[in-house]
């Protein structure tokens, strides 16, 4: 199943952990939750953790120790949000891949909860906007992944089939939502959940990262 070949039209990416490491964000921004909700230890495994958890809309609650789940959760997210602007980096050849892709035509999505120009912004920093015709944030839909509404948008401004796209992104919530929407999907190992996690989700291919995608498509 691995090695089969895709033939799409246009190929929707995630951005976080897919086109961009997001680590030390996430790290940032548990350091500022943490300060800011009682100054207590968190370890390394939880920092992780805890995006893997807010990802799949799955409680946090046993991981921060008696703090107010909600008040955490909103300094998180807003450090979070802010600090992808500075500590977001593209992982390695990914403008070479894009640009080899961009025969067919390339969206974005991301559940950051910030304006498309934003997102536009930190991606022509790094020379990857141009390669990209439509980014959806959380901003532009009412129902994040692993609902298909993002993709779907994506899909009806390219004017392409959804089942003419492939849906690509580290995450098992990105796998779902492709298969929700009715794309092809291809996981990339570049994130923060595991191969056995991914290949569970049964998506069409799973690669050690983007730069490879080209020679797995028709």
Not at 26 to 51: C, F, L, Q, S
Not at 69 to 79: C, S, T
Not at 104 to 128: D, I, M, Q, S, Y
Not at 205 to 210: D, I, T, Y
Request: aromatic share 6%; net charge neutral; with cysteine.
């Amino acid at each position: 199943m691995w090695k089969s070949k895709l033939r799409v039209k246009a190929i929707i990416f995630d951005l976080d952990g897919t086109l961009v490491n997001s680590k030390e964000a996430y790290r940032e921004a548990a350091e500022i939750a943490v300060v800011a909700t009682g100054d207590w230890k968190m370890d390394a495994r939880t920092v992780m953790e805890i995006p893997r958890r807010l990802e799949q809309n799955l409680p946090i609650d046993d991981l921060i120790a008696g703090t107010d789940v909600d008040r955490f959760k909103e300094i998180y997210l807003g450090a979070y949000y802010q600090a992808t602007m500075q500590k977001t980096r593209p992982f390695p050849r990914v403008a070479s891949a894009l640009e080899e892709l961009s025969k067919l035509k390339l969206a974005v999505t991301t559940r950051r909860n910030v304006p498309e120009t934003e997102v536009r912004r930190e991606l022509a920093k790094f020379g990857l906007a141009k390669y990209i015709q439509k980014i959806v944030t959380s901003q532009n839909i009412s129902r994040p992944k692993p609902s298909p509404e993002a993709l779907i948008k994506c899909a009806e401004y390219l004017n392409v089939e959804i089942e003419d796209c492939a849906v690509v992104g580290d995450s098992i919530t990105d796998v779902r939502a492709g298969k929700n929407a009715g794309a092809k999907t291809v996981a990339v190992l570049t994130g923060i959940f595991t191969r056995e996690e991914l290949e569970r989700e049964k998506p069409d291919l799973v690669l050690q990262n983007v730069t490879e995608l080209p020679k797995f498509l028709e």
